[in-house]
């Protein structure tokens, strides 16, 4: 198991009924390579759920937390474009975003289904680890630990006034499956062992982009 301290930038959210191909266009031709534009950033991940819960699930990794507090990355946030003021005005809704450090990590495939385990109680890091151990251990690609790393000092952004304060998180567990069939097996096993500290959601693969793939 290993850890670098990156930086991840979660994120959960809706979509205003009817205007999926609006927000769709708008994350695929400018929102994505923005935030991935920003330096420090590594990459970004899409995903759409396969159930209950928040229909997209959005992360970033970046070489580290403070990267999501830099002065280019705030400078984005403070200064939406006409088309990102448009979708923050009613298009991407029920917001869930928090800053994280990444605290430990198993596996080196991807897969393409993801299981987030969100939760809002206290973390502890030792016990996520020991769950990401576990999880690969049981048959899983690849899991992350997560625990919220935001700024001491809350700051609204001119992005987040626009659509309404944002909730948060204070850990997550991520694991990567091949297969669907895989994710729920996984989805259940964490269920039972977390019951109501989490909240449990399963995503398909929808599109990534790295930093260094943006000039090819």
């Keep these: 198991m290993?850890?670098?301290?990156c930086g991840i930038l979660a994120v959960w959210n809706n979509c205003a009924s009817?205007?999926?191909?609006?927000?769709?266009?708008?994350?695929r031709e400018e929102h994505l390579p923005e935030r991935v534009g920003?330096?420090?950033f590594r990459f970004g991940r899409r995903y759409e759920s396969t159930g209950a819960g928040p229909r997209y699930f959005t992360y970033y990794e970046t070489e580290?937390?403070?990267?999501?507090?830099s002065a280019a990355y705030v400078a984005r946030l403070q200064a939406p474009t006409a088309r990102t003021t448009a979708i923050m005005s009613g298009v991407f809704i029920d917001m869930?975003?928090?800053v994280c450090r990444r605290t430990a990590a198993r596996g080196a495939l991807r897969g393409g289904v993801v299981v987030a385990a969100r939760f809002t109680d206290p973390a502890d890091p030792a016990a996520l680890a020991q769950s990401v151990d576990a999880v690969v251990e049981a048959g899983a690609l690849r899991a992350e630990a997560w625990v919220a790393d935001e700024p001491?000092?809350?700051t609204i952004s001119a992005e987040e006034a626009i659509r309404?304060?944002?909730?948060?998180?204070?850990?997550?567990?991520?694991v990567e499956a091949g297969y669907e069939a895989e994710a729920a097996r996984i989805?259940?096993?964490?269920?039972?062992?977390?019951?109501?500290?989490?909240?449990?959601?399963?995503?398909?693969?929808?599109?990534s982009l790295a930093h260094a793939e943006m000039s090819v």
């Design 38 to 40: 920003v330096p420090g």
């Design 64 to 69: 580290s937390p403070a990267v999501l507090t």
């Design 164 to 174: 309404g304060a944002d909730k948060k998180i204070t850990a997550c567990l991520l």
């Design 152 to 154: 001491p000092t809350r």
């Design 2 to 5: 290993s850890a670098d301290g």
């Design 96 to 98: 869930t975003r928090t």
């Design 18 to 27: 009817g205007q999926e191909a609006v927000y769709e266009a708008w994350y």
């Design 187 to 207: 989805a259940a096993a964490l269920a039972r062992q977390f019951g109501a500290r989490a909240e449990i959601g399963s995503y398909r693969f929808l599109c």
